[in-house]
């Protein structure tokens, strides 16, 4: 129909003079959008099948490829937008949900940036990283609310569960493998042991290769049970129940059958071909005290050796959420935003449901305290953690640590062209065709991944001591070293924070 | 300007102590002569004193003194008092005239003891009676202010240079076998009595230098447990963190330095097995309370005066002594006035505290 045609948004620049046809570009692109004119000797491209994931463009010896945003437009409208009037039309023609993936991209208030960072002038010295001890150091887990003392009256030094020890207080967030490739989770998983922190399996179960990096590895447990068995349970530090995800908050997840091929199949423990579909809600959980009897089975199934996480989207009434959770018997919360990514959502649910987790931490932290229970429980946040500035303002707002995804994904070079549903990832990251995982090799992977929480933590450890903090758990909380900028009273009040200049 | 307890108030100081480890008692002319000497660390927005000993004949009775910036503030505590203490003693706390000081509230003493009926009814021990009672008073009633509640100590301050307070207080008139004194160089305040140091709750009383980095991280976790700290100052902070840590929790004054001054990682990890694992236990498990930035506390208690320095040492302590008698200052000169000569000099390294107790079998 005539109707449903779209002009593609991004249009593939290739400059003649400088083309070699060596046809790079048309082997590296799984969505074939380049070909060559045998007649022509000439490399021309379909524009309209680009997603703008840059393959081409970095792999193009001679520099002779870019993509540009089209400047086709529909008659200028600031309400009926070209991308409303299209999205309608693509639904008008097919009847379906739209699809998309990766964080929600709409223009909605970013706090990160609305948050300024202190230092010491004068009456308090800054300290200087290079010269003094800057630790950033982290455990997560229950605090004890009273010490306890043996017969002799020496303290009684073990947990009730134990504690996630980091180094630095960043994890890798749950992509399961599935969603994400092999590849990627090898990266992943030795990344985190080599930083000595976290990744997390995501609700997909633990390919049998990945039990090494036991001890640095959190599983999922998620609606669908995928992979859940006594020997995942035991092989980690800790298990993870997955209620929600920042991207679709209040829905499940829906592997397509395409992608449930050989060992994935194995790993989720589910027949090739069938559709993975993780329901809406656990259905043994309708409620908090349903919650409560998850938590004690799985801590039941491993003798108590392990902590346990709940995972929840950042939503309305998140403070109330995590009040029962940290009742709970849960060693820890984990939040995630809005902004947070995923494999694949309905566009709708991506970009309208849920909160920024800059908010919800707040009113999270501050409830947990106003009940006096914040040392119940450790609290990590994700959903969109770009850079290090925003991990010390999370803390400073109160998180013990936080969880990225998208910036990890990033380090092994995504380029956020939001496809990953079509599980064409050029870029060997978001999808299973063998020969598109390939291109992802995980001894760079790896390398790029502690390369970036390196640089992170160096960062962190710089902002610090510009504020005369020595210790990462001397940030936590620590609002005063905040400052709001171009934000109201109710915004403020909200993060618990003054306004710069104040 | 915005009265303390609407500002976060960060300054720079002077402190000075002495305790004598016999149990002597003296007055308090050594502990001004001292704390003169640091006159230029401070600048005359706050000075006080807090002397342990001095009341034997009311030793079984909590010793408030109260500011009041009316005579009716006084009337409402008072009969907030006369509800719940028996009061065996009160009267207004001399003072003689001193031409620097200026502005001075109404300041009265009063001897109490909780009504046992209604300490039983509210399930309270009596520490924590009177720790609710002080709250109180401090947060609700509108000019008035405890700033001291132990048995057998007392604290008195004032906006001032500390050797003004001391002589209008005539504390050579009063005789302890610990003082310790504080001159204050706020940065920013409005010069309240109030915001003046020592900081005291129950018996333990804090003079400290320093400005702390990891203030709100502390106050946000200290203020769970039933503390308010409407002064928004370091000091107040640090006074409930040991407040909560040893009263509450248990932790010996040594387990409670562990806390505040944790030792880094690195040292930690150094240890043998069984002290890592409590140094681990305790740096983990009160982690919010670790006090960041630079400080030098000292912190006296019945029987007792501990001092203790940030992990780094970034302000000064000097420790002098002399048969029974332990000097600690920001600034050996402000010792050697008064005692010039010293057995043994030395500065403790930072994050160690350095406890002195009255020697065994010495009562008080």
Redesign the interface.
Known sequence: MPIDFLYPNYEVVRDQSRCITCRVCERQCANNVHHLDKELNTMFSDESKCVNCHRCVSLCPTRALKIVKTDHTFKENANWTGEAIADVYRQAGTGGVLLASMGNPKPYPIYWDKMLINASQVTNPSIDPLREPMETKTFLGQKPSKIERDENGKLITKYKTPQLELSVPIMFSAMSYGSISYNAHESLARAASELKTFYNTGEGGLHKDFYRYGKNTIVQVASGRFGVHKGFLESCAAIEIKIGQGAKPGIGGHLPGTKIVGDISKTRMIPVGTDAISPAPHHDIYSIEDLRQLVFSLKEATEYKKPVIVKIAAVHNVAAIASGIARSGADIIAIDGYRGGTGAAPTRIRDNVGIPIELALASVDKRLRDEGIRGNVSVVIGGSIRNSADIVKAIALGADAVYIGTSALLALGCHLCRSCQSGKCNWGIATQRPELVRRLNPEIGYKRLVNLVTAWEHEIKEMMGGMGINSIEALRGNRLMLRGIGLNEKELSILGIKHAGE | MRLEGFE?I???CAISGIFSKAGNRFNGEDIIKSIAVMHDRSNGLGGGFAAYGIYPQYKDFYAFHIFYDSVTAKEETENYINSMYEVVSMEKIPTRKVKAITDEPIIWRYFVKPMAVIEAEKQLDEDEFVVRSVMYVNSEIDGAYIFSSGKNMGVFKAVGFPEDVGVYYKLEDYEAYCWTAHGRYP?NTPGWWGGAHPFAMLDNSVVHN??I??????R??I???GYKCSLLTDTEAITYIIDYLVRK???THE?AAQVIA?P???TIDSKEPEER??L???R?????L?????FSILLGFTGGLMALND??K?RSMVIGEKQDKVYIASEEDSIRIIEPNLERVYSPKGGEAVIVRLNEGVEV
């Open positions: 976060h960060p300054s720079g940065t320093g400005e980095s990891s203030y709100d991280a502390n946000r976790y203020e769970m447990f929790q248990g932790l387990e944790a880094f990682w690195e694992e409590k681990t236990y305790l983990n498990s009160f982690a919010s670790l006090v960041t930035g630079p992990r780094l970034l």
